[in-house]
C-alpha cells in the first residue's frame, strides 16, 4: 500500500533553515508528481510546492519562492524540501503528498519557526 513518511521538522530561529524528507513505498515513486503542503493553526491547507515525475518542473506558493527548494531522489524514493531563510508565518504542520487515484498524506512533520 502508499506509505508516506515525513520527517526533518523542529524548532529553528528566524533566519534559520530545515531539510524535511518525504519516504515514499508502496507505489512506482519516479512516475508522480510530489507534493508538499503545510497547514498553519486555525487555517486552511495550502500547497507549498510541487514537483513533476522527473524532478525538471518545480512550482512553490509565492510566499516561499526563493527560500524554499523542492527536490527529490528517484534512486532513493524519497523527496525533500529544502527552507532557508525561515519566518514565524512558515509555522506549521508539514504534510508530503501524492495522488494517485485517491489522495496519499504523510503523517506531518512540525515546523516552529520562533526565536
Known amino acids: 500500500q502508499v506509505q508516506l513518511v515525513d520527517s526533518g521538522g523542529g524548532l529553528v530561529q528566524p533566519g534559520g533553515s530545515l531539510r524535511l524528507s518525504c519516504a515514499a513505498s508502496?507505489?512506482?515513486?519516479?512516475?508522480?508528481?510530489m507534493n508538499w503542503y503545510r497547514q498553519a493553526p486555525g487555517k486552511q491547507r495550502e500547497l507549498v510546492a510541487r514537483?513533476?515525475?522527473?524532478?525538471?518542473?518545480?512550482t512553490y506558493v509565492d510566499s516561499v519562492k526563493g527560500r524554499f527548494t523542492i527536490s527529490r531522489d528517484n534512486a532513493k524514493d524519497t523527496m525533500y524540501l529544502q527552507m532557508n531563510n525561515l519566518k514565524p508565518e512558515d509555522t506549521a504542520v508539514y504534510y508530503c503528498?501524492?495522488?494517485?487515484?485517491?489522495?496519499?498524506w504523510g503523517q506531518g512533520t512540525q515546523v516552529t519557526v520562533s526565536s
Open positions: 514537483i513533476n515525475d522527473v524532478g525538471g518542473t518545480r
Open positions: 508502496g507505489f512506482t515513486f519516479s512516475s508522480y508528481p
Open positions: 503528498n501524492v495522488v494517485i487515484q485517491s489522495w496519499y
